[in-house]
């Protein structure tokens, strides 16, 4: 193991992976119109930490898998991730004119385009996850139950049901149940999604898959809370956007609920659960997730 | 043959029983925000001629099948439509108020519920395809291809790409070639999906398969010149909306290009070369497409 590359290596590799797949994306031969693929590219290549895909990644190494049978479905994520963003920022949700330092979909290209780039998205996400089959010989049984959780999980009782639960939150009517919920939705399914998918793709047990559900639920939760924390003290120039927006926002965060120091405290001890779960699962080798989990507790962005 | 149903009887039924299904298509146990669950409920059950889920059901007893194996994806497929129908109608897209007579959406439930609640659907469709092979043994590689063929055809180069070359020929760019990509896409796409999704499920050959894309493809533009028609012609009581909404939004249509007597002809000839499509395909019973073929073509509505 003694040319094992860096945590920082592994991870600009993939990045640079998933980046350069997620490029190709749209089949060439496709007669589409300009302007949809344009914004659907726009948004897509707009940089962003690709974590969704490397938690895939990662994951379905963890077993094992070949990275490029782990590929398609880490772009499909990515893509529910860029779509679900789009619609967040048009005016009848966020109104938000800038996304990691960039113009909005609908600033470049008008609310109906950005809108109907969110649908393409969504929509190219399933067939994304049917070419890992076609590539790399995952069983379409495999890839039937990927479809399935991502259908589950990015839908109305997963990432769709919390940006709801987020919307009404902003009306006056969250407590901290609530804003559990949100952030174990909105952001926390399609964690879990990503763990699991590319666990199948690694050929995991049941018990492993259930184990990877708690360490993503956990991890997720971590993280939103580490985003709210970030957005109270963060650094503008790293976070690529405007901190103090949930505050000027009237956004109800962990911070506002148990205060700066139990918020901190929690992120740590979620993290640590994660990893205790992710231990019980016994991979084949679970080191870049569990990397992965001690990279999000003490990033600054 | 002498106790087979009427054809009107046919309709009603199983107009009934994919109305049945759709209202419990959302699983009860799942914990969703009431107001998106309310919204997507709403739309869903706004009526309207479930032709697209008749498609699936009629292609899929073609060839034999029971119909419980295809009523999932027959419900997928009018939550496709549906989800289309409630952005189409969004102020930044079409605009509209009414849709069969009932208030749109995002009149009711507001703009960013709407956004959503289309979202949620399109995803649900995915999950609804699934359940079809947990309920009645259809394949795995049936249920893939079939997860492909929605994501391609109701995606950017189906009838999402339909969507923005309609958007776009609002804007004058359009002539007739642009207009017959905007049917063949925005509504002949997932016509053809429904036809070859049943037909899947029925056990199709390569061959029968591609018949069926044939019968689809004309069936679907058929059907599309023929609302044309209508939008001038028709009896805004049966239409449930106003007509000639297109002359008033300026909108190009097949009679505003080749007049309305060469528009009647070309709904009839496309309904016959369709028909002929479907003769050399060697189904079981086609009859019931067939009659559905001559249904659309008189169909005042």
Redesign the interface.
């Known amino acids: 193991m003694s040319n094992r590359p860096s945590f920082e290596t592994y991870l600009e590799e993939v990045t640079a992976e998933v980046t350069g797949e997620l490029k190709q994306t749209?089949?060439v031969h496709?007669?589409?119109?300009q302007?949809?693929?344009d914004a659907?590219q726009y948004s897509l290549m707009a940089g962003g930490k690709r974590l969704r895909p490397l938690l895939v990644v990662a994951a379905a190494e963890a077993f094992g898998a070949q990275r490029t049978a782990a590929l398609p479905v880490a772009c499909a994520v990515e893509m529910v991730h860029t779509?679900s963003l789009i619609?967040d920022d048009?005016p009848?949700?966020d109104n938000d004119d800038y996304r990691r330092g960039k113009l909005t979909n609908h600033k470049v290209f008008?609310?109906?385009?950005a809108?109907?780039a969110?649908?393409?998205l969504?929509?190219?996400?399933?067939?994304s996850?049917?070419q890992s089959?076609r590539r790399s010989g995952v069983?379409?049984?495999a890839?039937?139950s990927i479809?399935?959780e991502?259908?589950?999980l990015?839908?109305?009782?997963g990432m769709?049901?919390g940006?709801?639960?987020d919307?009404?939150g902003e009306q006056g009517m969250t407590d901290l149940a609530q804003l559990q919920y949100i952030h174990l939705h909105k952001t926390g399914d399609l964690i879990v999604f990503s763990l699991i998918a590319g666990a199948r793709i690694g050929g995991a047990t049941e018990g492993q898959l259930e184990a990877l559900r708690v360490f993503g639920r956990d991890l997720g939760l971590a993280f939103q809370i580490q985003d709210d924390i970030l957005d109270l003290t963060g650094d503008e120039q790293k976070m690529g956007k405007k901190t103090q927006s949930d505050v000027n926002q009237q956004k109800v965060t962990y911070p506002y609920f148990i205060g700066m120091d139990a918020s901190l405290q929690e992120v740590k001890s979620l993290t640590q659960s994660a990893k205790d779960a992710l231990g019980r699962a016994e991979l084949p080798d679970p080191s870049r997730l569990m990397e992965i989990a001690d990279y999000l507790m003490s990033r600054d962005h």
Chains 1, 2 share one sequence.
């Open positions: 749209l089949p496709w007669d589409v119109p302007s949809l693929v659907m779509y619609h048009l009848a949700m008008g609310e109906a385009t809108i109907l969110g649908d393409a969504l929509t190219h996400a399933f067939y996850i049917v089959g069983s379409a049984d890839l039937l479809v399935e991502l259908s589950e990015a839908g109305a009782r769709v049901g940006q709801v639960a919307m009404e």
